[in-house]
């Protein structure tokens, strides 16, 4: 079964500053996505990055970028220059040939004035 | 319409009573899916629709619970003889193509039930 771990269920930085999320997941197949979705206090999951299995290279989008190793089945996303508005909760989740998605528990950030 | 749409926002029922969830989704996409999140949690995979028929259902955590599929558009989630337990935001998502694994899913603001 694929399981998706994010061992941090909390986190708090100053605005401006860099932060990582982690997370790990658990898996046999070889061809999947991993994704990285904002859920403000809205309750609108938005989606913020996504990362194929195949490619080596990590993802970026504008502020946002993964490191991605798949061989240590890792997936942590950076947030460079955070901003108050990043306030919300973060979830890695992995999609494969089963077509659903796998979700993480989440981590609280929190982005301080 | 512009995005997943779900109703109602809010529901709050009493114990023992049935309730149905809906999800409007994206026009064109033929992939849904139902999501439960229970509060400070992350999201539980209830069941997937591709076009009207659900290839899998293996979320749905018990026999009250049940969801269909019309014209490869509307969906309702059905929860009979609701439980204390079953209170959670119920999330609906939709993509154009699920084979194809970069295909976004885009999501609707849930469904916030309450049993009381």
């Known amino acids: 079964a694929q399981t998706v771990t994010q061992s941090q269920p909390e986190m708090s930085v100053q605005e401006a500053e860099t932060v990582t999320l982690s997370c790990t997941y658990d898996?046999?197949?070889?061809?999947?996505?991993l994704f990285w979705y904002k859920q403000p206090p809205s309750r609108q999951m938005i989606l913020v990055i996504r990362q194929e299995a195949y490619k080596q290279q990590n993802a970026t989008e504008n502020r946002f970028s993964v490191n991605f190793q798949k061989a240590a089945k890792s997936f942590s996303l950076k947030i460079s220059d955070s901003q108050l508005g990043d306030t919300a909760m973060y979830f890695c989740a992995f999609y494969w040939r089963a077509q659903k998605l796998v979700f993480g528990q989440g981590t609280r950030l929190t982005i301080n004035p | 319409g512009a995005g997943v749409s779900q109703s109602p926002s809010n529901k709050v029922t009493e114990k023992g009573k049935d309730v149905e969830l809906r999800c409007d989704p994206i026009?064109?996409?033929?992939?849904l899916y139902w999501y439960r999140q229970r509060l400070g949690q992350g999201l539980e995979f209830l069941i997937y629709?591709?076009?009207?028929?659900?290839?899998?259902k293996s979320g749905l955590p018990s026999d009250r619970f049940s969801a269909e599929r019309t014209g490869e558009s509307v969906s309702t989630l059905t929860i009979q003889r609701t439980q204390q337990e079953d209170s959670a935001v119920y999330l609906c998502?939709?993509?154009?193509?699920?084979?194809?694994?970069?295909?976004?899913?885009?999501f609707g603001q849930g469904t916030r039930l309450t049993v009381v």
């Open positions: 998502a939709s993509s154009l193509a699920p084979a194809r694994m970069d295909t976004e899913a885009f």
């Open positions: 898996t046999s197949e070889n061809n999947y996505y």
């Open positions: 026009s064109g996409h033929t992939a």
């Open positions: 629709f591709q076009g009207n028929s659900a290839p899998d």
